[in-house]
């Protein structure tokens, strides 16, 4: 044995010779070791590992990143004015200088809010707020663009509502609260992010979609190989793969393995977040305890007294905000129209879904409504990996089906079968619909990390879809659920701080306005809520959520039907 390795000895050396020869050769010949040289030579480090073992992608170099608004399908002329009506709708304004140090931006501390008037709150009223917001300095700010959000809650009577802001554009902003209970309520409001950071939260929104990125394995027999995949790629000589929707044209690309076909990808994950997005002094106004999320102190009194409506009188400040509904007891309370209903267990959810099949699309957001009707009505086991679906629960006594399936890509999950992958629109293409049917959809948060035209574009071929569903099958019940608020500190504000979401959930609203379709509005449900903002609802929101879906599809029976 010892004799025949020796007698190989000598190709091995000639290999290695060889070996470096050519990668002198390449060096040399290519000169300067840039970005591009060392991005293709792990391609190439790579590419020899994957004929072993399953490589790990390394992220994409990074270059100039505003090529992703207007890859995919151009929009008609009236889905181009649309769009811009919806981008001038979510117009932020900025600072007047921009680059402003820290000292000079906007300190919740040195913040604070008024309450307006000073008695003769009833229900039925509002209750409106000043913000003045200040610099480090304690000086006034002369600008807006703060992200400011409010709450007026009654902690006895686990009430709360959530408050409306108008910016004046001058530091000064007012929280407008309905007054719709009686007793105590207090005034709750919170700097999301100065304005200097919603800024640094554009510029990352349009330079950096790559900062979240994906991944797909491709596998043939024993060969595999990871590569980076995204919605848009850097402008690249390399191969890449295009898994274009032929229907709608919505983009997907991955970089081509080098030994692999494009239809050897089995698996669409996500790769990975990139890091070191912001400058020194950027990361400044990034500060867990200083300026993310931090209430705003009251000058003078934090809570007012709202007494009982008096029908004679009109009460302070009649009502010019309409909020979803509000808590109370707990309980959410549309003020929508819908009669609200209490399913609290078992039989109540099966006689409201008896011969309903339900199907839940979008992220994990919308896995949490499946998680919830699970509980009550068992899964099939269909072996898809943990928490990534396509999920199923059936009663099969009652005709109960319902099902849940992630939105396509850029979903961030993890180990998604490319064979399960699908897209919302397409789905909804397949559904007959009809009385039977409902539909609950919750699709934003894997969105926040691109320019807004990847989300109206997304939104746009999902609304065809719905709009088709709703003329062959109208009595088909359509929910969306909008975007939450959630817990953030100096890193996650990056990828998914809540002004992306509002952003998002404001196109959203917008475009299925005036629709067949029910809104839950989880924004103002977790707004309104005790519970400190998190990603995915506690219980309680959940129940709430689900208990007003459930309101819809079994309405309250009318007088005398
Ligand atoms: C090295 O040279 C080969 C042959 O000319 C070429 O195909 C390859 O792209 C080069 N590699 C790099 C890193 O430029
Ligand atoms: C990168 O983008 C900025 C604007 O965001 C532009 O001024 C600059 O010229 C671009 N650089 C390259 C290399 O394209
Ligand atoms: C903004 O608030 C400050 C302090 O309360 C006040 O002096 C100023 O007049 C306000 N500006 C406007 C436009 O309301
Ligand atoms: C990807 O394919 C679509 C059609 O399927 C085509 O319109 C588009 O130009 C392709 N994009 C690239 C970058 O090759
Ligand atoms: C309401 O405000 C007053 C005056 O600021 C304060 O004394 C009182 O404790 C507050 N009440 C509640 C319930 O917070």
């Given at each position: 044995?010892?004799?025949?390795?020796?007698?190989?000895?000598?190709?091995?050396?000639?290999?290695?010779?060889?070996?470096?020869?050519?990668?002198?050769?390449?060096?040399?010949?290519?000169?300067?070791?840039?970005?591009?040289?060392?991005?293709?030579?792990?391609?190439?480090?790579?590419?020899?590992?994957?004929?072993?073992?399953?490589?790990?992608?390394?992220?994409?170099?990074?270059?100039?990143?505003?090529?992703?608004?207007?890859?995919?399908?151009?929009?008609?002329?009236?889905?181009?004015?649309?769009?811009?009506?919806?981008?001038?709708?979510?117009?932020?304004?900025?600072?007047?200088?921009?680059?402003?140090?820290?000292?000079?931006?906007?300190?919740?501390?040195?913040?604070?809010?008024?309450?307006?008037?000073?008695?003769?709150?009833?229900?039925?009223?509002?209750?409106?707020?000043?913000?003045?917001?200040?610099?480090?300095?304690?000086?006034?700010?002369?600008?807006?663009?703060?992200?400011?959000?409010?709450?007026?809650?009654?902690?006895?009577?686990?009430?709360?509502?959530?408050?409306?802001?108008?910016?004046?554009?001058?530091?000064?902003?007012?929280?407008?609260?309905?007054?719709?209970?009686?007793?105590?309520?207090?005034?709750?409001?919170?700097?999301?992010?100065?304005?200097?950071?919603?800024?640094?939260?554009?510029?990352?929104?349009?330079?950096?979609?790559?900062?979240?990125?994906?991944?797909?394995?491709?596998?043939?027999?024993?060969?595999?190989?990871?590569?980076?995949?995204?919605?848009?790629?850097?402008?690249?000589?390399?191969?890449?793969?295009?898994?274009?929707?032929?229907?709608?044209?919505?983009?997907?690309?991955?970089?081509?393995?080098?030994?692999?076909?494009?239809?050897?990808?089995?698996?669409?994950?996500?790769?990975?977040?990139?890091?070191?997005?912001?400058?020194?002094?950027?990361?400044?106004?990034?500060?867990?305890?200083?300026?993310?999320?931090?209430?705003?102190?009251?000058?003078?009194?934090?809570?007012?007294?709202?007494?009982?409506?008096?029908?004679?009188?009109?009460?302070?400040?009649?009502?010019?905000?309409?909020?979803?509904?509000?808590?109370?007891?707990?309980?959410?309370?549309?003020?929508?129209?819908?009669?609200?209903?209490?399913?609290?267990?078992?039989?109540?959810?099966?006689?409201?879904?008896?011969?309903?099949?339900?199907?839940?699309?979008g992220d994990?957001t919308?896995?949490?409504?499946?998680?919830?009707?699970?509980?009550?009505?068992?899964?099939?086991?269909?072996?898809?990996?943990?928490?990534?679906?396509?999920?199923?629960?059936?009663?099969?006594?009652?005709?109960?089906?319902?099902?849940?399936?992630?939105?396509?890509?850029?979903?961030?999950?993890?180990?998604?079968?490319?064979?399960?992958?699908?897209?919302?629109?397409?789905?909804?293409?397949?559904?007959?619909?009809?009385?039977?049917?409902?539909?609950?959809?919750s699709i934003w948060s894997h969105f926040s990390?691109?320019?807004?035209?990847?989300y109206?574009?997304?939104?746009?071929?999902?609304?065809?879809?719905?709009?088709?569903?709703?003329?062959?099958?109208?009595?088909?019940?359509?929910?969306?659920r909008t975007a939450n608020?959630?817990?953030?500190?100096?890193?996650?504000?990056?990828?998914?701080?809540?002004?992306f979401s509002?952003?998002l959930d404001?196109v959203l609203?917008?475009?299925?306005?005036?629709?067949?379709?029910?809104?839950?509005?989880a924004?103002?449900?977790?707004?309104?809520?005790?519970?400190?903002?998190?990603?995915?609802?506690?219980?309680?929101?959940?129940?709430?959520?689900?208990?007003?879906?459930?309101?819809?599809?079994?309405?309250?029976?009318?007088?005398?039907?």
């Amino acid at each position: 044995m010892g004799g025949s390795l020796l007698k190989l000895a000598p190709v091995f050396v000639l290999l290695v010779l060889s070996g470096l020869a050519f990668l002198f050769w390449n060096i040399t010949d290519l000169e300067k070791w840039n970005c591009q040289t060392v991005s293709t030579f792990y391609q190439i480090q790579s590419n020899m590992q994957s004929a072993f073992r399953t490589a790990e992608p390394s992220p994409p170099p990074d270059l100039n990143h505003t090529y992703c608004n207007h890859v995919g399908q151009e929009p008609t002329p009236k889905e181009a004015w649309e769009e811009s009506q919806l981008l001038k709708s979510v117009a932020w304004p900025q600072p007047l200088v921009p680059g402003l140090p820290l000292r000079q931006s906007s300190d919740p501390a040195q913040s604070y809010y008024v309450i307006q008037g000073s008695d003769g709150w009833r229900v039925g009223g509002q209750l409106e707020v000043v913000v003045r917001m200040n610099n480090y300095l304690g000086q006034p700010k002369k600008h807006g663009g703060d992200f400011l959000i409010g709450r007026l809650h009654t902690p006895e009577l686990k009430a709360g509502v959530a408050g409306t802001v108008r910016d004046h554009g001058d530091g000064n902003y007012t929280v407008l609260f309905p007054l719709l209970w009686e007793g105590v309520v207090q005034v709750g409001v919170t700097l999301v992010h100065p304005s200097e950071a919603v800024v640094v939260l554009r510029r990352l929104r349009e330079e950096r979609p790559d900062r979240v990125y994906f991944k797909s394995l491709f596998r043939s027999q024993y060969i595999s190989q990871t590569t980076i995949c995204n919605l848009c790629l850097p402008p690249t000589q390399e191969p890449i793969c295009n898994y274009t929707d032929p229907h709608t044209g919505e983009p997907w690309f991955c970089y081509k393995p080098r030994v692999l076909d494009c239809d050897a990808r089995v698996t669409h994950s996500k790769g990975g977040y990139k890091n070191k997005l912001l400058t020194k002094e950027e990361a400044l106004f990034f500060q867990s305890n200083v300026n993310i999320k931090i209430p705003i102190h009251a000058s003078g009194t934090d809570n007012v007294t709202v007494l009982p409506a008096e029908r004679a009188k009109v009460a302070r400040g009649s009502l010019s905000v309409t909020p979803a509904g509000y808590y109370y007891e707990g309980s959410w309370r549309p003020l929508t129209g819908v009669v609200m209903r209490r399913f609290n267990d078992v039989a109540a959810i099966t006689q409201c879904l008896t011969g309903k099949v339900v199907y839940i699309f979008g992220d994990s957001t919308a896995r949490q409504w499946f998680e919830y009707l699970n509980k009550f009505f068992p899964a099939i086991d269909l072996r898809s990996p943990k928490g990534t679906g396509p999920s199923l629960a059936v009663e099969s006594k009652n005709n109960i089906m319902i099902q849940y399936r992630c939105h396509g890509p850029p979903i961030r999950f993890t180990g998604v079968s490319t064979q399960t992958l699908t897209y919302v629109f397409n789905e909804l293409d397949r559904l007959p619909g009809g009385p039977h049917t409902v539909v609950a959809l919750s699709i934003w948060s894997h969105f926040s990390t691109f320019p807004m035209e990847v989300y109206i574009r997304r939104l746009r071929h999902i609304r065809k879809a719905v709009i088709r569903l709703l003329n062959r099958a109208p009595s088909t019940l359509i929910f969306i659920r909008t975007a939450n608020l959630q817990r953030l500190d100096p890193e996650s504000s990056l990828y998914n701080s809540d002004w992306f979401s509002i952003q998002l959930d404001t196109v959203l609203r917008a475009m299925f306005k005036g629709l067949n379709v029910h809104v839950v509005d989880a924004w103002e449900m977790t707004l309104a809520h005790e519970h400190p903002h998190i990603l995915h609802p506690p219980p309680e929101i959940i129940q709430n959520m689900m208990d007003l879906m459930l309101s819809h599809i079994c309405p309250v029976k009318k007088k005398g039907g």
